[in-house]
């Protein structure tokens, strides 16, 4: 491999990462502080992909449908806590994966009687759909850049709020100790309703920005569920650092790994990583206590 | 003694009237949820066209089609076809989407006694030492359309090619299909993960080696994500992209938009041919379902419309299984390809032509007519076949 | 509510086999001989849910590996029978073996390799515990996944065809009713084991670990030990399963070992409800019976599906043995 191309690998390895951390911080974050496991993650993804991809196509405008997807993401994220999930928090992981089972369910089904089966078309404005020329040797498609500052800002975002504000306090707080949270006078029922719609838009942000490069269509949030668990997993439950280390690490691995791998091998490389990693510390990479 | 024999004769006629009466039972099994979810719908979609276009009748009698999601898993599909066979009584047994599918039903239905027709799952297996009296391929078989691309590339002069495919029998079959044709050199062949999301390791390889064409086998959302990724990372200008009809076609183009222009296929039909039964069925299938039709609602088509042309010879006659195999060998029908018939394995010998994908003047994205690549195109395994005599 | 464990598991356990067993000879009267294939594969299910439960109901491990095992059982029969057929000689390191076609062999041999593997896997997955179990155990499941894909020789990802003939101790068990009554016979053999091995100290220890780990440490019992027999059992039952399921439908292929399919297997065991050992056959007929129902009303299947699985998620705590409890004791 000649070194532009390692860099080059290097760099993919690097925003494949950060794209799954993006995919992974929403996850992370209601999996982590309310303690849901929620398997509907990938339709809210899913939804992302599907109301950016119309109202982008509808309007001519990219910013537009990744404005109303995030927003819609939200609404479906905090309709679904008061609906339904929130009943959930107190029953066992086995029947919120039940539950969260049903949701994908309907949220695919539903989507093929809206958007139809057919994927959609989700095209990106003029100006990103090109590539940049980083050095001699070396272009890079414009639009993965956005995704690696996106899913840095989001990181940088998500910590920042969480470890150093008033609010990401209060989210802490409800988290650990619900009623003693309530009784010093934190609104635990608002904060978990904004954790969940936050933790959707999340979700509906990484559709809206996978969706231009990957296949916008139905069932398309299963198989990034799957890496999203891995992710979360790998870093910690509930640590969003853990998440973006665990994140990088899988994208790197799962480059190379298909590079330089078999493609049986390079098929489980991933997997193999997650195993070994959990062998070797079984609370993943960074344990949260509490 | 009269008596028993006036009352024999009448029995016997009030069964073959009965028989006339009877109509005909399909179990048309496909995939209709999860990610292959599209195929299914669009097999099925041109199924029941095909069979509007023949007044809902098989050889005039009616035709009455169960259907069922395999939801794309082999055990599913074989629970589905044998509820089909002993329960619904079907009598053909088509409309499956993957390999994996068909592989598991095909066997129980034939010694159940069904017919099945694949609409598109291409085995190999069928197509060779497996083959049957009963089981007919009316899509094509899965090498083909590879090597027929790999022998007009290397007729064209194109000396370095690269070679995508998903680590699966399909996919390797399919680049072995390719390289058959193909007799310039192969700078990189690559197996990717199944369903795979993210191809820019591969692209960067593929930048690297720098090849004169890259072929690429990738049917559904790893199709839509690889030519995405493709025109992206600014390869496409560089680098031609060569494919087999379903890694290009209508199911796909939507979503891949002005990504897949100019990239080529390799097809036995596609929505620009002229002739009469194609821009019939293209004008009714947008009439009807409000887009353009792919290669697969056109093997479905044409699946109905060859049975009904079969049935017709024998007067509806299914039950009269060697009658009916016999029609099915030697059917003559309206194809929209132009022109159809069997092999002696029971493959497709047909056409093949090069489209190129382009915007038509509605600026839809849509393969255009290149020009013909291959005449009545056979695949390889036909020499294994042995046809046994159905007992 | 202490009800004695004659009326409590004995007697749900000879009925549900006694309502299976009714099933050939009904079918036959109402002239639907399918029902039986129906019932024969919810029986194959309800082993492998059974089987499952013993980690997930009393050993209170969410495990994901299971289908997993249940294809390598099915892949030991499958890839026995092939040899057979083909007359080639498996190489298991300097022993050669020819292969076979029959049933009472290669239906324990599946059993022991997926008991084998199970260990193997278990022994570093039970490092760790909760949700990252769960997620351990996803990650061996994808791994035999993609192992399975990479077997070209027993046809990939496409699945391996089993084109020799089987028996099952002189019977064809592609013949509806031998098949039938050989996943009947195996379910009345794993139920009637499980709620033995349930109720005996190994049971007492295993359901105490799954409530309070250290109590059980404090005692100076080692549960590590009971969690992974544990696993290896329920991995030789869903071994059997997947066995059972190949040589009926002479077919196996990494589609029955996705991730998706131990996903199914949970959900059967949850809409059964945990807490009995026969809890998980109610939720595999109930599971297998809906989605064969409504896929033959509408292609949309999964809209209806869903919502049920949702609605049964919030008003059926405790699955459908809590219904029954509920409906009783009202």
């Not at chain 2, 099925?44 to 009698?61: A, P, V, Y």
């Not at chain 2, 509820?83 to 068909?102: C, L, P, W």
């Not at chain 3, 036959?28 to 849910?49: E, T, Y």
Request: net charge positive; glycine share 12%; charged share 15%.
């Amino acid at each position: 491999m000649t070194l532009p191309l390692l860099i080059e690998q290097t760099l993919n390895g690097i925003q494949l990462g950060v794209m799954l951390f993006l995919m992974s911080a929403g996850l992370t974050l209601v999996f982590g502080i309310m303690n849901l496991i929620n398997l509907a993650h990938g339709s809210l993804y899913m939804l992302g992909a599907f109301v950016a991809a119309s109202v982008a196509s509808l309007t001519g405008y990219f910013v537009v449908g990744a404005i109303v997807a995030v927003i819609v993401t939200a609404a479906a994220g905090a309709l679904l806590e008061v609906a339904l999930l929130r009943r959930f928090y107190r029953r066992t992981h086995l029947d919120q994966v039940l539950v969260t089972f049903g949701l994908i369910l309907v949220f695919n089904e539903g989507a093929r009687q809206i958007w139809g089966g057919v994927p959609l078309r989700f095209s990106l404005p003029a100006g990103l759909d090109g590539s940049v020329h980083l050095w001699s040797g070396l272009d890079y498609p414009a639009f993965r850049l956005v995704i690696l500052g996106v899913g840095l800002v989001v990181g940088l975002l998500l910590y920042a709020v969480i470890m150093r504000t008033r609010i990401g306090m209060w989210v802490r707080a409800g988290a650990s100790n619900r009623t003693m949270a309530a009784a010093m006078g934190v609104n635990v029922e608002m904060i978990f309703i904004g954790v969940f719609a936050a933790g959707a838009a999340l979700a509906g942000l990484a559709g809206l920005m996978a969706g231009p490069i990957l296949a916008v269509q139905v069932g398309m949030g299963e198989p990034v569920l799957i890496l999203c668990l891995v992710v979360t997993v790998i870093g910690g439950i509930g640590s969003i650092n853990g998440a973006l280390v665990a994140a990088l690490a899988i994208g790197l691995i799962d480059t190379f790994g298909r590079v330089l791998l078999s493609p049986a091998l390079g098929s489980m490389a991933i997997f193999v990583a997650m195993a070994a990693i959990l062998a070797w510390r079984p609370k993943g990479l960074f344990p949260v206590h509490g | 003694m009269r008596h028993l024999l006036l009352a024999t004769v009448f029995a016997l006629s009030s069964i073959v009237s009965a028989q006339a009466a009877d109509p005909i039972k399909v179990g048309f099994i496909s995939t209709f949820s999860g990610l292959g979810g599209s195929l299914g719908q669009e097999l099925l979609d041109g199924f029941n066209l095909g069979l509007e276009s023949t007044g809902g009748q098989f050889g005039g009698r009616k035709v009455e089609v169960v259907q069922g999601d395999d939801q794309a898993k082999p055990d599913v599909g074989r629970q589905l076809a044998d509820k089909m066979v002993e329960s619904d009584h079907a009598q053909i047994i088509t409309g499956v989407v993957f390999s994996n599918v068909m592989l598991a039903l095909a066997k129980p239905s034939l010694d159940a006694g069904a017919f099945v027709i694949s609409a598109n799952a291409g085995l190999s297996q069928y197509a060779g030492k497996q083959c049957n009296p009963h089981y007919f391929t009316v899509s094509f078989q899965n090498d083909t359309p590879a090597e027929v691309m790999g022998a007009y590339l290397a007729s064209k002069g194109v000396k370095k090619m690269y070679i995508v495919a998903p680590n699966y029998p399909a996919g390797k079959d399919s680049l072995a299909g390719f390289k058959r044709g193909f007799k310039g050199e192969i700078v990189g062949e690559v197996y990717t993960t199944f369903g795979q999301l993210d191809y820019a390791a591969e692209l960067a390889q593929i930048r690297a080696a720098k090849p004169d064409g890259l072929y690429f086998f990738l049917p559904g959302g790893m199709g839509i994500n690889f030519v995405k990724q493709y025109a992206q990372a600014g390869l496409k200008a560089d680098i031609p992209l060569y494919g087999p009809s379903f890694s290009l076609d209508q199911t796909v183009l939507p979503a891949m938009g002005d990504a897949a222009l100019g990239a080529f296929a390799s097809n036995f039909w596609s929505e620009s041919f002229q002739n009469p039964t194609s821009v019939k069925f293209v004008m009714d299938f947008e009439a009807k379902y409000h887009r353009i039709p792919s290669p697969y609602a056109a093997q479905s088509y044409d699946t109905a419309r060859l049975l009904d042309a079969a049935l017709k010879t024998i007067g509806g006659k299914i039950e009269d299984k060697k009658a009916f195999q016999k029609a099915l060998e030697t059917v003559k029908f309206d194809t929209v390809r132009g022109k159809f018939r069997f092999n002696t394995n029971h493959y497709p010998i047909q056409d093949y032509y090069l489209t190129e994908i382009t915007k038509n003047d509605k600026g839809q994205i849509v393969m255009a007519l290149r020009g013909q690549m291959a005449t009545n195109s056979v695949d390889t395994f036909a020499e294994q076949c042995q046809m046994p005599s159905a007992e | 509510m202490a009800k004695s464990p004659l009326i409590r598991d004995w007697l749900p356990i000879m009925l549900i086999l006694a309502v299976f067993a009714a099933v050939p000879s009904v079918a036959q009267a109402m002239g639907q001989p399918f029902a039986i294939k129906v019932a024969s594969r919810i029986l194959v299910f309800a082993i492998a849910a059974v089987g499952l439960n013993l980690v997930l109901g009393f050993g209170g491990m969410v495990s994901l590996l299971h289908a997993g095992l249940f294809g390598v059982g099915g892949y030991v029969v499958g890839i026995s029978s092939y040899h057979e057929f083909n007359g080639e000689a498996l190489m298991l390191g300097p022993v050669a073996w020819g292969g076979s076609g029959n049933l009472l062999i290669t239906l324990p041999l599946a059993a022991l390799t997926s008991a084998a593997v199970a260990s193997l896997m278990g022994v570093v997955s039970l490092r760790t515990s909760g949700s990252y179990f769960i997620m351990i155990t996803l990650a061996f499941n994808q791994m035999l996944f993609y192992l399975a894909v990479s077997l070209d020789r027993y046809g990939g990802e496409d699945g391996l065809q089993m084109l020799g003939t089987l028996n099952l101790a002189g019977f064809d068990p592609s013949k509806r009713l031998v098949y039938f009554y050989a996943a009947l016979s195996v379910l009345a053999v794993v139920l009637i084991f499980s709620q033995r091995l349930i109720g005996s100290r190994f049971g007492m220890v295993l359901r105490a670990t799954a409530q309070n780990e250290r109590r059980v440490k404090a005692l100076g019992i080692p549960p590590i030990r009971y969690k992974l027999a544990a696993v290896a059992i329920s991995g030789a039952i869903c071994g059997l399963a997947g066995g059972l399921l190949a040589g009926g439908t002479q077919f196996i292929s990494p589609a029955d070992m996705s991730w998706v399919r131990s996903g199914d297997l949970i959900v059967m065991c949850v809409l059964g409800g945990l807490g009995t050992v026969w809890g998980p056959v109610l939720g595999a007929a109930c599971f297998l019976l809906l989605e064969l129902g409504l896929s033959g009303l509408t292609n949309a299947w999964q809209l209806p599906f869903g919502l049920i699985v949702i609605g049964m998620a919030v008003y059926l705590n405790g699955g459908l043995v809590g219904l029954l409890r509920r409906v009783r004791a009202a």
